[in-house]
Nanobody, 124 residues
């Protein structure tokens, strides 16, 4: 099985930046597309960003496009989410997920493995 562990969350002021990391173990990381999702209090889980297994293709939700960047380092079995120009509405628990395909998906039901999440809080 694939194990995913997120880190890097915390409290930041609006306009600030955070970098989230997700470390994978258990399988060949380079064979999985990866995605980031978030879930705000009382809200459903939302797609944020995805990256292909090669790292050559990425796509983003409109709400974060131009502010967030997803990347991966297959040698380190790690996927990152660089978050800039943070807004209070970005406050949520952020989850990374792995998909047994070359390309990711915006649908959370398509993913095979999930991390436990890391809290991001953006103050106004």
């Amino acid at each position: 099985q694939v194990q995913l562990v997120e880190s890097g969350g915390g409290l930041v002021q609006a306009g600030g930046s955070l970098r989230l990391s997700c470390v994978a173990s258990g399988r060949t990381f380079s064979s999985y597309a990866m995605g980031w999702f978030r879930q705000a209090p009382g809200k459903e889980r939302k797609f944020i960003a995805a990256i292909s297994w090669s790292g050559s293709s990425t796509y983003y939700a409109d709400s974060v496009k131009g502010r967030f960047t997803i990347s991966r380092d297959n040698a380190k079995k790690t996927v990152y989410l660089q978050m800039n120009s943070l807004k209070p509405e970005d406050t949520a628990v952020y989850y990374c997920a792995a998909l047994k395909k070359a390309y990711g998906s915006s649908l959370f039901g398509e993913y095979d493995y999930w991390g436990q999440g890391t809290q991001v809080t953006v103050s106004s």
